[in-house]
């Protein structure tokens, strides 16, 4: 669907894109996450056509710019107009007109939960409605290829849990998209793909599912009584995490099986004990040290 080779970009001294390379699948939903000032929005303006790549290409299967629909980090709608003139006037620039135009705009101020506000002036709507509102513009000429930048921030909960209806309803139909943010649990749950950007440069991407697979058995979790000195006695390396331990390991098995035969000869109880299973967020802390939970 959409490769992008070798980008970077300057503003100024600072090197906001580092030699950045993507190739992204027609008809899946791929993730880009990065703490705030990383490079994320720089890169889909990029590949929005809204801003130059200094070097590198921004290729498409198709090249057509009709096929992008891009939702913009700030909004941009026009407040002293209604949620209809504005949704409409998206759909004139993308050349519908008459019944054609009144009908797609119903459909997608249905489709973004607004129907009912429809003559409604924006300036009184909520953060979270104005977010729909943007997204319905952006959809309105049914692009194959859908760019959203951090849509869910400053939303309240129903809108938020709309938005990701209109995700997912854009996966069934076999869109492309490219879903920007800083919260990995909505990148976790809605994505198939995911890539990690780090000031400027990509630092891991592939399959989420894959990539949790290949940054999981490294890590045992063990709740238990066991003191910490015997655990250091054996070897091991011990973090706190949560409400247990974590311990790197190379050989996840033998060391599951090294903790039960020390528990068993002392006489210690094991609460838990398992191959550890990361979140999105905690492969990112491990490529970056960076922790996106303080991001907010
Ligand atoms: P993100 O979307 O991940 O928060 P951005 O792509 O917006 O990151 O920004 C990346 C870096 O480039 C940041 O340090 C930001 O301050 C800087 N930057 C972004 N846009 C401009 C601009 N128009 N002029 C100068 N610096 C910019
Ligand atoms: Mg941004």
Redesign the pocket.
């Known amino acids: 669907m959409l490769q992008i080779e070798n980008v970077s970009k300057k ?2 001294d ?1 090197l ?1 894109l580092d030699n950045v390379f993507l190739n992204i699948p027609q008809g899946v939903c791929f993730g880009l996450i ?10 889909i303006k990029i590949i929005s056509q809204i801003i130059q790549t200094d070097v590198g290409k921004v290729s498409y299967v198709r090249d057509s710019k009709d096929i992008l629909g891009y939702v913009p ?1 700030d909004i941009s709608l026009e407040e002293k107009l209604t949620a209809k003139t504005n949704i409409e006037f998206f759909g004139k620039i993308y050349g519908l007109k008459g019944s054609r135009l009144k009908e797609r705009a119903e459909e997608i101020l249905k489709n973004v939960g607004l129907l009912e506000r429809a003559n409604d002036i924006v300036e009184n709507f909520s953060g979270g409605m104005k977010r729909r509102l943007n997204i319905g513009c952006a959809l309105m000429h049914n692009p194959n290829l859908v760019i959203l ?1 951090e849509p869910t921030v400053g939303v309240d909960p129903q809108s938020r849990r709309y938005i990701f209806d209109i995700v997912n309803n854009l996966k069934k139909e076999g869109k492309t998209v490219i879903y ?1 943010s800083h919260y990995m649990e909505e990148i976790e749950n809605l994505c198939d793909y995911v890539a990690f ?1 780090d000031k ?1 440069k990509i630092v891991e991407e592939g399959k989420i599912n894959e990539l949790l697979m290949k940054y999981s058995e490294t890590s045992v979790y063990l709740e238990s009584q066991v003191p910490y000195k015997l655990l250091l006695d054996q070897g091991l390396e011990p973090k706190t995490y949560q409400s247990g331990l974590l311990i790197k390991t190379e050989q996840p098995l033998d060391t599951l099986e090294n903790l039960i035969k020390i528990s068993k000869e002392n006489h210690i109880g094991l609460e838990q004990l398992s191959l550890f299973k990361p979140k999105l967020e905690d492969v990112f802390f491990q490529l970056t040290g960076t922790d996106l939970r303080d991001q907010e």
């Open positions: 503003y100024g600072l906001a990065g703490p705030n000032g990383s490079g994320k929005s720089t890169l980090q930048d920007v950007i400027g």
